[in-house]
């Protein structure tokens, strides 16, 4: 089964506030989201599925929201619960490994979903995307399982990470600047240890000088 068909089958067959990512109240996303645009600017979910993160952001008014997601029916989800406001929304079917171009933004979330990225060439498509998408200045946030979280999430194997192995994987232009862990419990009551990291995107020449052995 292919990742489009594997995702598209959990959303046909589970309830969205069955999966073990439902989340009531996405508060660490809020939470870090308006941290790193006060201004509330152009935000991108990544692989938002049906989350509610997309109804706070429309709520308070952010300039542009993006959700991008491999899965039409989880976007379907969303756009039913938002009703009308979905129209304020710019919704993408696609496979971030694939796209070949999003709208720009100040903003990038992904909550669980590059740590399902195990080949590292899908890794390097991935931080390629966001790095063409996100303007110099703006900022990251992503979230993964933990160290200590879970081995596989849906049946599919995971890569975990800390803020030195999330730091090296995005690469020298990614600056951290806040990170976070979080025990997430699923509708099951199951622990599951996250890892938040807030990076900034740096100009290339000035990560090129901070990049240990690089000439500028
Ligand atoms: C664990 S869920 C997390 C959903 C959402 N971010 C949340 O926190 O509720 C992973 C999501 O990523 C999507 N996804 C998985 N692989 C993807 C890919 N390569 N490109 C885009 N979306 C993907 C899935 O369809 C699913 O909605």
């Not at 069955?18 to 645009?37: G, H, K, M, Y």
């Not at 952001?57 to 976007?75: H, K, N, P, Q, Y």
Request: net charge negative.
């Amino acid at each position: 089964m292919d990742r489009h068909e594997h995702w598209n089958s959990i959303y046909q067959t589970k309830a969205v506030t069955d999966v073990s990512w439902f989340e009531s109240d996405p508060q660490i996303s809020v939470e870090l989201i308006n941290t790193a645009s006060s201004s509330h600017g152009r935000v991108i979910d990544v692989g938002g599925g049906a989350s509610r993160l997309v109804d706070r952001l429309v709520a308070t008014g952010f300039e542009s929201v993006t959700v991008l997601d491999i899965s039409e029916i989880a976007l379907e989800h969303a756009k039913a619960r938002l009703g009308a406001q979905a129209a304020q929304v710019h919704w993408i079917v696609g496979d971030i490994c694939q796209i070949a171009e999003l709208p720009p933004c100040d903003v990038w979330h992904d909550r669980a979903v590059l740590h399902f990225l195990t080949e590292p060439n899908d890794r390097r498509k991935y931080v390629d995307s966001v790095t063409r998408t996100v303007r110099i200045g703006g900022h990251v946030i992503i979230g993964t399982f933990a160290v200590d979280g879970p081995l596989k999430c849906s049946g599919l194997e995971v890569c975990r990470y800390d803020a030195g192995t999330l730091s090296r994987e995005l690469g020298p232009r990614f600056k951290l600047v806040r990170e976070l862990s979080h025990t997430h419990l699923t509708p099951t009551s199951k622990q599951q240890h996250f890892f938040f990291g807030l990076f900034e995107l740096l100009p290339l020449l000035v990560a090129s000088t901070l990049s240990p052995g690089s000439s500028v």
